[in-house]
């Protein structure tokens, strides 16, 4: 990076001028300013409001942390890891000292993979010491990561640490100094971690940093998870909740401020996630709020980085909405938030950090239609600041823009989708459906931003996200459905959704095709098979196109938990397989794939274009090297963008 950071100023990156049009030339700068990675990740401000931190990422990638005196407007310091090495996560330990965990990034920057190692540092760079990991100062080369930060033990936070060539390690507790790496033991934590069900675990400590809740998921029971509690450390840990996977369960997140109750997400008594309680001494469990038809989520009020109390509750139903409590003790907070969501109406708003007297805040601002934007909200002086964009060169155009889509399936479901068009244009468009990958619990939704859509609408096409079953979001029920229906109902439920824009007006039946990656590639190639005479061409990106083939290749079968997840949500037999249907296919395919994709490795691709080649079928194909699950590099993306728009005009041309 050449240039320095410079927080409280918008930084532009020059002017561009975009224009949209419908099977026309490909708008090479579109497409090079949505695969350009965000430049800022986080920014927190230091507890006395003196600093503030930032995650950026250079020209290659990589990650590093920039820490910058707010009054002075003077980088402090910035600290890079080794080689390819990312700052992942960081916080700070006090005024003037922060903890950073390492990590190496995969993939189309999916999951970035923790290095188990974790450094200190002050805020002007000095006093760097590696705490954890194999060039720690204390020599414990064990993998470890933060389970709680103690701001009334600002030198010290709680870790846990394991055996990383063990598969089914017991975790270890321990309390850590962050001067020099030495761990005081806090004792062995009673569920073990699966290194291939580590999302479920999670580790719940009061406000004194002592462990009482936990959960993990055993691949060994077929996945089922258990939250486990204890009244204090000097109680046995008991079973609260037991649940199979996909079933009924509550999820803690944080404890209040009284050390007995536990928020989390719960299906104990509603389909959906629900935000409740559940206290560990009386074991009454609570429902504070819940919506029929969607998830919601709870919003927190903290003070110095301990959560007193639940202040309301968020959910995405139709749009973007709050609702929040009565008789709560923090109301300025809860007006704060409903001032700013009014102020940034269709975003979403999240304060990520506060200085410790809580006079002010580092405040989020982002969503489908908005790169997210971060701000510094002055509390006594009622002011919000802009620092920065994370992608300011989106900001020289005019962005399509997306809102959701309510339709009845066939069988009357309700089902809702993410639409996105044109700038200026709504009715008999071509278009794209586009179905997410997964699939089952992830969504698309109003919170992300989407850069396939948006590029393929700034070339004139309706892009349909739908939420399908199977879908997360929409409770379990809903979630199930799409068990082993991964060929059939889940693209029923699609191809409901294409039809309702038809007679909405919306779209041009004659002009429509599919793209999907990963499972989205499978229900695109799926789509086609299902219904030939709907779509003109179809693109799978890193699809899934062989379901016996998904048992014996890439990493979900090579563990017990992955074993089991793929044998509770696959069709049963080959007949939902593409590389089974390939007769059926009418219309001409593009295949794209990464070569190291272990996810959904090559072979699928293999399989389907041999298919094709055997019974004289249309296809195109794109395989890079270097690229994994979804491509990461810029040029790889602009490359894919140009040849994906290029197939779609053609067998889209009026």
């Known amino acids: 990076m050449k240039a320095r950071l410079s927080l409280l100023k918008t930084i532009m990156l020059g002017s561009l001028a975009f224009s949209f049009s419908t099977n026309a030339e490909v708008k090479t700068p579109v497409l090079e300013a949505f695969a350009k990675h965000s430049q800022y990740l986080q920014i927190k401000i230091s507890p006395d409001g003196k600093y503030l931190a930032s995650t950026s990422r250079d020209d290659d990638g990589v990650v590093f942390l920039t820490v910058l005196d707010i009054e002075k407007q003077k980088v402090q310091s910035i600290t890079r890891g080794r080689g390819k090495e990312s700052v992942g996560s960081f916080n700070w330990l006090n005024d003037e000292r922060l903890l950073l965990s390492m990590v ?45 930060f103690l701001p009334d033990d600002p030198d010290a936070i709680v870790v846990f640490s394991v055996q990383g060539s063990t598969k089914e390690p017991f975790l270890d507790l321990y309390k850590m100094k962050v001067s020099n790496g030495r761990k005081a033991s806090l004792g ?82 509603t389909d959906t996630d629900a935000v409740a309680t559940y206290n560990i001494d009386t074991k009454k469990h609570t429902v504070l709020a819940a919506h029929e038809m969607v998830d919601v989520e709870p919003i927190l009020h903290e003070v110095r980085g301990q959560v007193q109390e639940v202040i309301g509750a968020e959910y995405e139903y139709k749009d973007l909405s709050a609702t929040y409590f009565s008789e709560v003790k923090n109301t300025d907070e809860q007006r704060i938030l409903a001032s700013l969501r009014q102020a940034f109406k269709g975003s979403v708003v999240s304060i990520t950090s506060s200085t410790y007297d809580g006079s002010k805040m580092i405040v989020a601002v982002g969503g489908i239609n908005q790169p997210t934007a971060y701000y510094l909200f002055n509390k006594n002086k009622k002011q919000l600041a802009k620092l920065t964009d994370t992608r300011p060169w989106l900001n020289d155009f005019d962005m399509p823009q997306s809102k959701i889509v309510t339709y009845k399936a066939r069988d009357g479901q309700e089902i809702s989708g993410i639409l996105t ?137 090579e563990s017990q938990s992955g074993i089991n997840y793929l044998n509770r949500v696959l069709p049963d037999g080959d007949s939902q397989s593409p590389v089974k249907n390939v007769d059926k296919i009418k219309v001409p395919v593009f295949i794209i794939q990464g070569e190291e994709d272990v996810r959904v490795p090559k072979e699928h691709a293999f399989a389907l274009r041999e298919e094709l080649e055997k019974r004289n079928k249309p296809y195109e194909w794109m395989m890079k090297s270097g690229e994994a699950h979804g491509f990461y590099k810029e040029e790889n993306n602009v490359e894919r963008w140009t040849a994906m728009i290029e197939f779609f005009d053609k067998h889209t041309a009026k």
């Open 188 to 269: 062995r934590m009673p569920l073990r971690m699966y290194k291939s069900t580590g999302d479920s675990l999670r580790i719940i400590t009061n406000s004194k940093g002592e462990a009482l809740a936990m959960t993990s998921s055993d691949p060994n029971e077929n996945n089922q998870v258990t939250l486990m509690v204890r009244s204090s450390v000097d109680d046995d840990w008991q079973v609260a909740f037991q649940a199979e996977s996909f079933d009924s369960f509550f999820n803690p997140l944080v404890f209040l401020a009284d050390d007995k109750t536990l928020v989390g997400l719960s299906t104990i008594e």
């Open 104 to 148: 190496r990034e995969v993939g189309a920057l999916e999951q970035p993979v923790p290095t188990g190692e974790l450094l200190a540092m002050d805020a002007d760079g000095s006093d760097n010491v590696v705490l954890t990991g194999y060039r720690s100062k204390s020599g414990d080369t064990r993998y470890s990561q933060v389970v709680d």
């Open 421 to 557: 068009l044109p700038v200026g244009v709504s009715k008999n468009l071509p278009l794209i459906m586009h179905p997410h990958g997964g699939p089952h619990g992830l969504k698309d939704t109003l919170t992300e931003m989407r850069s396939d859509a948006k590029v393929l609408a700034a070339h004139g096409y309706a892009v349909f996200q739908p939420n399908f079953r199977g879908s997360g979001g929409y409770g379990l029920e809903f979630l199930k459905a799409g068990f082993k229906s991964w060929g059939t109902l889940m693209i029923d439920d699609m191809t409901d959704g294409v039809n309702y824009l038809i007679e909405q007006g919306i779209v041009d039946q004659n002009r429509m095709c599919v793209y999907g990656a990963s499972y989205g590639g499978y229900a695109a190639l799926q789509s086609v098979i299902r219904e030939p005479d709907l779509y003109k061409c179809t693109v799978g990106f890193v699809g899934v196109y062989d379901l016996a083939l998904m048992k014996s290749a890439g990493d979900i079968p």
